[in-house]
């Protein structure tokens, strides 16, 4: 998984970038706590180095705003972890033993996932401390998940980066098995629905929690 390091500002604008989806020079020396002009420049070596791309949006009168997003290189910064050999596994599985058993191989990693969860959650004594909890799991399996609170009756719970998207896309019943598992963790406080889907072209995967049972 990428890792980039607080000395390297080139690497932060585009992990903020990849958190984001696409930023301004305004928001990312924001971010930064550095100057537009700062901004800027390193924005303008990430274009050089063909790591974003600029775009102009139009907002009706006046200039357009420009807003950068990652390119393809850019993307390339954060791998799907082993994409074309996960790929030619499942297809291998799927051709020599048949769908039943590429099922089954999914259901058995769905079901060691679910365990694995269960345990390094136990401790937590509210949904609040679950849901971080949780976010922090799927941040060191890769996912950059990250918990936005709305209220106290409201979460979204939020995927970043997908290191299996290759596998998921190729097969989807990996996404099944992962929204299977969300509801077994969270299903008794929350009603729980994906707002947005990686594999159907969004930058990331979200899901809104809404709180059943308050606490």
């Not at 274009?47 to 974003?52: G, R």
């Not at 357009?64 to 910064?77: D, M, T, V, Y």
């Not at 995927?159 to 077994?184: D, M, Y």
Request: hydrophobic residues 35%.
């Amino acid at each position: 998984m990428y890792q980039p390091t607080e000395k390297n500002t080139e690497d932060r604008i585009l992990m903020f970038i990849k958190m984001k989806g696409s930023v301004t020079i305004q928001t990312t020396a924001t971010e930064l706590s550095i100057t537009k002009e700062g901004a800027r420049l390193h924005l303008k070596n990430l274009l050089a180095k063909d790591l974003i791309l600029e775009e102009s949006i139009s907002q009706g009168k006046g200039r357009p705003s420009k807003e950068f997003l990652l390119s393809e290189k850019g993307l390339a910064k954060f791998p799907n972890t082993h994409a074309d050999l996960t790929v030619n596994i499942i297809q291998s599985i799927r051709s020599v033993l048949g769908e039943s058993a590429l099922e089954a191989v999914i259901n058995e990693r769905e079901n060691k996932a679910f365990l694995s969860y269960s345990n390094s959650l136990a401790h937590c004594t509210t949904l609040e401390d679950r849901l971080y909890q949780f976010a922090s799991l799927r941040t060191s399996e890769g996912y950059m998940a990250e918990i936005i609170k709305i209220n106290s009756n409201e979460f979204y719970f939020i995927e970043n980066h997908c290191p299996i998207c290759a596998a998921a896309t190729e097969c989807q019943q990996f996404c099944r098995g992962e929204f299977s598992n969300l509801q077994k963790l969270f299903g008794e406080w929350v009603s729980i629905t994906r707002t947005q889907h990686i594999i159907e072209g969004a930058n990331r995967c979200s899901y809104q929690f809404k709180v059943l049972k308050p606490e």
